[in-house]
């Protein structure tokens, strides 16, 4: 069936050097993905999302990549700070063209130490 | 503007009653989804609503229900609550069903089956 996983359950890094968070999937049809970041107490907030026409998207100090032969994703967060301290999850929907039905990997916890 | 909004916030029950957990999606979101996050784990979907009607259901026993009212609020009904139901329960709004329709998460519902 498909899934979404990611590779570490927790990542600590340094305030100021780059965060790098992986996630594997397993549907070579997926043709949409999405990063969300939950804060503890908190609802995950969407971060970026790429089409799979792409291999690269960029936000502010975000960065995702896309790698269709070997179905990975990243997650690169430049310069990171306390406040990106979270857990970190992709998704993809269920069915292409509906992002209400979401499959969630199980998330990464990043750490940032001061 | 308010964001998704849930009801309560926490919850604590005791195996075989029954719970509704509530929720008010963004003002002007047609399409309210809800789901489950067991602790460490990443959300799992329960079900979707667009404009009043069930657009989806994940893997969940009927003891699951739910509904969505004339204002786009919905409910979420478990019956005969079991231990394993304890988990933080999430709703999500988004404007329409569709592509790139970005999904936005309230707090959730934290219950705890006793």
């Known amino acids: 069936g498909e899934s979404v996983g990611l590779h570490l359950p927790t990542l600590s890094v340094q305030e100021g050097d780059n965060s790098i968070i992986n996630c594997a999937y397993s549907n070579s049809a997926s043709d949409y993905f999405i990063w969300y970041k939950q804060e503890s107490g908190k609802g995950p907030q969407f971060i970026i999302d790429i089409r799979s026409n792409m291999d690269k998207r960029q936000g502010q100090r975000v960065t995702v990549l896309l790698n269709k032969t070997v179905k990975h994703l990243s997650l690169q967060i430049a310069a990171t700070q306390p406040g990106d301290s979270a857990v970190y999850f992709c998704a993809e929907p269920f069915s292409p063209g509906n992002t209400g039905k979401l499959i969630f990997g199980q998330g990464t916890t990043l750490q940032v130490k001061p | 503007d308010a964001g998704v909004t849930q009801s309560p916030t926490h919850l604590i029950k005791t195996r075989g009653q029954q719970v509704t957990l509530r929720c008010s999606p963004i003002?002007?979101?047609?399409?309210v989804s809800w789901y489950q996050q067991v602790l460490g784990q990443g959300p799992q979907f329960i079900f979707q609503?667009?404009?009043?009607?069930?657009?989806g259901r994940g893997n969940f026993p009927d003891r699951f229900s739910a509904r969505q009212f004339p204002n786009y609020s919905s409910e979420l009904n478990v019956n005969a609550l079991l231990l394993g139901d304890s988990a933080l329960y999430l709703c999500a709004s988004s404007l329409k069903q569709g592509a790139n329709e970005k999904l936005f998460f309230g707090s959730g519902t934290q219950l705890s089956v006793l």
């Open positions: 003002s002007g979101h047609k399409s």
């Open positions: 609503y667009y404009e009043k009607e069930e657009r």
